[in-house]
Nanobody
């Protein structure tokens, strides 16, 4: 089972990027999908999560009001729209899937991971 993340790049502070994550249909229809990020020398941290049916979302405090997670059932894809980007948002971003229900910001509670996509925000 593979999750394919894409959409990273280099952007100036204040700019926007949209990350995409493609998942196998069975995974997409039954799993909570999340985004995490990891900056050099730091632990992987939770960014956002969306429930299997899209009914609920959760965000890290650091991205609330700037990032939006969404899902497209026709494409079996999850997106992370990132606006008003800051240099502190620079990290490798990972999409992940979790078979358990409910909200969890803990990486070890996610079963499947994508390969990561680099986001670099210049000041």
């Amino acid at each position: 089972v593979q999750l394919q993340a894409s959409g990273g790049g280099l952007v100036q502070a204040g700019g926007s990027l949209r990350l995409s994550c493609a998942a196998p249909e069975r995974t997409f229809m039954t799993h909570t999908m999340g985004w995490f990020r990891q900056a050099p020398g730091k632990e992987r941290e939770f960014v956002a999560r969306i429930s299997w049916n899209g009914a609920t979302t959760n965000y890290a405090d650091s991205v609330k009001g700037r990032f939006t997670i969404s899902r497209d059932t026709a494409k079996n894809a999850v997106y992370l729209q990132m606006n008003s980007l800051k240099p502190d948002d620079t990290a490798v971003y990972y999409c992940a899937a979790r078979s358990g229900g409910g909200y969890s910001p803990r990486p070890y509670e996610y079963d499947l991971w994508g390969q990561g996509t680099q986001v670099t925000v210049s000041s």
